[in-house]
C-alpha cells in the first residue's frame, strides 16, 4: 500500500484553529474525504483543529477557499478562518498586503496590518430576526445571540447544543453565542459552533453577529465593538444602514503556529 502525504500549515486566529493545505494543483485526496478531514483535524489522532481549509486557485480571484468542519462537513463562511488563509496566502507569496478571495459564492477582501492582525470585509447584512430573549442574523453563516450577565458559569455545550438543534432550527441547525457586558464598546463572548459541536476559543461570524446584534438591541451605540473570546479579541466595525448593516469588517490576528507532512 502506498503512503500518502499531505503537507499542511497550522494557524490560529483568536484561538480558533485551523489546518490550512495548499491545493492550486488539486491534489487532495477526494476518495473518503469526510473521514480524512476528520482525521486531520481529531486532536488526539491527528493534527488537532477546528476546522481544515483548502487554498485553491479561481480564475478571477487572488484564490479560493474551500472550508470544512472538523466533522468532515463543507461549511458557510468561517470569519477566523478567511483571516487566517490570507495569512497562509502570503506566506506562500501568493500576496502581498491585500488579498480579494472567492468563498461560499460569494468575494472577500482582507487587509494585513501590522503585528499579524488581518481585517476582512464581510458581506452586508440586511436585517436582523430581534425577539424578546435572543437575536438571530447570518453574517455567512447563522447565528443565534444569547445577551447575559455573565458568561463565567455558563455551560456553553449543553446550552449551546440545546438552542442548536432546537426549535425553529432543527438539523441544520445554528451557531450560538452567549454575550455580556464589559463597557460600553467591549463585551464578552462564548461560542458554541455547529460542525464542531462544541465551544470553540472564538468565532469570527459570531463575533460579527453579537456586535452587529448589540447594537440593533441598543445595547450599545457605538460603531467598533470589541468582543472578548476565550482566545484573544476581536473587532467588529460597521456602519448602520436602515434595518441592516454595511461597511462590515472583522479584525483580529493570524498567527502561523507550525508546518508539517501528515502521511496515512
Given at each position: 500500500?502506498?503512503?500518502?502525504?499531505?503537507?499542511?500549515?497550522?494557524?490560529?486566529?483568536?484561538?480558533?484553529d485551523f489546518v490550512l493545505i495548499d491545493n492550486r494543483s488539486l491534489a487532495f485526496p477526494e476518495g473518503n474525504q469526510q473521514q480524512l478531514i476528520q482525521r486531520?483535524?481529531?486532536?488526539n489522532f491527528g493534527i488537532g483543529a477546528d476546522g481544515l481549509i483548502l487554498l485553491q486557485a479561481?480564475?478571477?480571484?487572488?484564490?479560493?477557499?474551500?472550508?470544512?468542519?472538523?466533522?468532515?462537513?463543507?461549511?458557510?463562511?468561517?470569519?477566523n478562518g478567511g483571516r487566517c488563509i490570507v495569512a497562509f496566502a502570503k506566506q506562500l507569496g501568493m500576496i502581498q498586503?491585500?488579498?480579494?478571495?472567492?468563498?461560499?459564492?460569494?468575494?472577500?477582501?482582507?487587509?494585513?496590518k501590522k503585528d499579524d492582525i488581518i481585517s476582512l470585509a464581510m458581506q452586508d447584512v440586511l436585517s436582523i430576526q430581534i425577539e424578546k430573549s435572543?437575536?438571530?442574523?447570518?453574517?455567512?453563516?447563522?447565528?443565534?445571540?444569547?445577551?447575559?450577565?455573565?458568561?463565567k458559569n455558563i455551560d456553553v455545550r449543553s446550552e449551546g447544543s440545546s438552542i442548536r438543534y432546537g426549535a425553529p432550527y432543527g438539523a441544520p441547525g445554528t451557531n450560538v453565542n452567549f454575550v455580556a457586558p464589559i463597557a460600553a464598546d467591549r463585551f464578552a463572548i462564548r461560542t458554541?459552533?455547529?460542525?464542531?459541536e462544541g465551544e470553540t476559543l472564538a468565532c469570527g461570524t459570531g463575533a460579527v453577529a453579537a456586535a452587529l446584534a448589540l447594537y440593533a438591541t441598543q445595547r450599545s451605540t457605538a460603531h467598533s465593538i470589541t468582543l472578548e473570546a476565550l482566545g484573544g479579541n476581536l473587532q467588529v466595525d460597521f456602519t448602520p444602514a436602515g434595518e441592516?448593516?454595511?461597511n462590515i469588517h472583522l479584525a483580529g490576528s493570524a498567527i502561523f503556529i507550525f508546518e508539517g507532512v501528515y502521511e496515512y
Open positions: 500500500m502506498s503512503i500518502v502525504k499531505i503537507k499542511f500549515k497550522k494557524y490560529q486566529g483568536a484561538g480558533n486531520l483535524c481529531d486532536r479561481h480564475e478571477s480571484a487572488d484564490f479560493e477557499m474551500v472550508y470544512y468542519n472538523c466533522d468532515g462537513h463543507p461549511s458557510s463562511l468561517c470569519g498586503n491585500k488579498a480579494c478571495f472567492y468563498a461560499n459564492q460569494q468575494d472577500y477582501c482582507a487587509e494585513i435572543f437575536c438571530f442574523l447570518d453574517t455567512g453563516s447563522p447565528h443565534h445571540v444569547v445577551f447575559v450577565d455573565t458568561i458554541y459552533e455547529r460542525g464542531v441592516g448593516f454595511t
